[in-house]
């Protein structure tokens, strides 16, 4: 049995945002959530059709708007029934063909309303929902009456399959607004000019988008609001938003709606925030962590699949040349595909000195106007940290921190070349090893000699605001 997961989105097709194509796409359950995040573990199944109304008037008019619902149901069909016709599918996996019966898992789709969210009365299932449409009694249960593919797919309660969207719900859903009201009681607060100078304040990562300008929310995109919330957490440290803030710090739905009910014109009523509060935990339980079912990679593949190819093309029949141009590219990349590995790389950019090991050679060069503040701390401490041994240190699940100062090759005759880093290390903070989750270190006067190899990651280390000697680690995975 092979899990399925179904994601549909809409994208628009050129800069002005003129025409849009809704697309469909379908992925693995059954494969690790890290791989199925990549772009290349999703396939694009096709685009769905969309009608065009003589005007507004006929646009509004039930009429059209039950024959929009009726297509979209035809053409789902049409693109998932070949999964359930016959006895399983054949599918070649590295030149080994496998076979399996497919079942949908999940349905990621970024309308929260289509989701299963009242949990005061029956819940919905493709049972008691086709009941009342056999009855014609739909408008009951705030249904059009319009039969539902997906109450006649085996092994699938739609309702309870169509899970919460990370992207939409938390991303460019709840944390837009909690970035907005936040930013309406610091105005109250005169603080709005201090979080704008932390924020353009947070050290640069290659990872990371780093705001210089402060915060300027109407020309946000979704990757930008996903870099926002990893480094809010340290921009609004220690600030008094709000008396409540601390008394409700470990729970964060109570403390979102303490602070921001009186400021949302619909006292908070979001269908979004019902849907996170009500429904991810128990969402989790039954699918998994909600990075497995996020259309944050769907959306990258906007790019690759309608506004390049829309690009190439002469605008007429658009969709019919995208699909040709798609169908191409994939003869060609399925005779270059070949088992890789995923490459890990750190990037040092230090200058490269070649000198015996002499106290004298080290005083030359740390006067060298063209080091950067690490480097010459690094020349400062070479010798002594020769005699350094390192005392007992608390780690992060094993895992040490330092920073690099130099990076080193020592050279020996008829020996191989060794690459060592010259580090200065961090060490946790004895009172409050963790905040918000985060280590919180203090550098410390250690240095010493560490293996290439034994650097097991770069990370983005962020100075915590109006504090000496504090430094949060950013954990840029989540």
Sequence with gaps: MENKIPEIDTTTTDTLGKSSLYLIYVSLGNIPTWRRNKEDAKQLLGYLPILSAKNEKEKKSSEFKELARETFHNSIKFLLDPLFQGDGVDFNIDDKDIWFFPRISTIIFQREDLIDIRKEVILRNHVNMKEYFDSNTSNLAGLEQVNNYFWSIPNLNIYAATVPDRIHHLDLGLFKYQIEFTMELLKKKKSLNKVNERIADIPRHSQLKIFKKGIQLSRLTTSEYRDMIKIMVFVVDNLQIEDLLEKAINDWSDLFIKLFQKISNSH????????????????????????????????????????????LSNKKEVEKQIMENIRRRAIVSRNRVGKTKTPMTFVY???????????????????DLNLDKKMIKGFEKFIDCLKEELSEYLSDKGICYTQTLLITEIRLPNKSP????????????????????????????????????????????????????EYFVMKLDR
């Excluded at 962590?289 to 593949?301: D, F, P, R």
């Excluded at 290390?425 to 989750?437: H, L, M, N, Q, R």
Aim: aromatic share 16%; net charge negative; charged share 25%.
């Design 268 to 311: 908070l009523k979001f269908l979004k925030l019902h849907s996170w509060i009500y429904h991810i935990v128990d969402t989790i339980r039954e699918y998994g962590a909600i990075n497995g079912y996020t259309t944050k990679t769907y959306e990258s593949l906007h790019k690759t699949y309608v506004k390049i190819p829309y690009r």
């Design 349 to 367: 950019t230090a200058k490269l000195f070649d000198f015996d090991l002499s106290e004298s050679m080290i005083e030359q060069n740390k006067k």
């Design 418 to 469: 060794m690459h060592l880093a010259f580090v200065q290390w961090y060490d946790f903070i004895e009172e409050t090893p963790f905040v918000y989750g985060c280590p919180l270190l203090r550098l410390v006067e250690v240095y010493n000699f560490r293996e290439i190899e034994a650097i097991e990651d770069t990370i983005h280390v962020v100075p915590r605001f109006d504090k000496n000697n």
